[in-house]
C-alpha cells in the first residue's frame, strides 16, 4: 500500500505512520500547500485544507491513499477554539473526513489571531519555544503536556483509518 501524506510537518507524519504500522505501506512525504489560508479560520476551511492536502497528495504522488491532516481555529459563542481535521482520499471514492480534539485557546493568543496572526509563530512566541507546530503544539502547551501535536492527529488519523477500513469490510 502506498501511503502519500500531504504534509513534511514530523507531528503529521508521526500520526500516519504510527497508525498505519500494521500495514505494509509505504509512505511518500509531500509538501502539499493546503490551498487555504495559512491559518484556516473556520470548521469548513480547516476541512478544506486537510481534504486538498489528501486529493493533491494522492494525484502527486501517485498512491493508493492521499492524506491531508490540517489544523486550524473555529471561533464560537464561547471564545476561539483549537481544531484539528483530517482527509483521507482515495482514487474514485468520497473523501473520508474526521475531526479532533478542541480546546478553547487563552485570549491573549486568540486575540492575536482575530488580528490576522498565524498560530504557529503566535504559539513560539507566547511559550518563548521555537517551532512548537513541529513539536509539541498548541495542544501541548495548554494541556500541559497531556496532549501533543501528534496525538492529536493520530487520534484524527485513527477516525479516518477506521473509517477506510469499514468501507472496504462493508463491501465485501
Known sequence: MRVVIGSKNPAKIK??????SQYKAEFIVMDIPS??????????ETIKGAVNRAADALYSGEGQIGIGLEGGVEKTENGLFLCN?????????????????????????ADRLVKGEELGPVMDDYAKKQNIRHNEGA??????????????????????LGQYEYRHVKRR
Open 85 to 109: 481535521w483530517g482527509a483521507l482520499v482515495e482514487k474514485d471514492e468520497p473523501p473520508i473526513i474526521a475531526g479532533g480534539a478542541r480546546i478553547l485557546l487563552p485570549e491573549e493568543v
Open 15 to 20: 500520526a500516519i505512520e504510527t497508525i498505519f
Open 139 to 160: 495542544i501541548g502547551v495548554f494541556t500541559n503536556g497531556q496532549i501533543n501535536r501528534a496525538d492529536m492527529f493520530t487520534h484524527v488519523a485513527k477516525l479516518l
Open 35 to 44: 490551498g487555504v489560508a495559512e491559518q484556516p479560520f473556520s470548521d469548513a
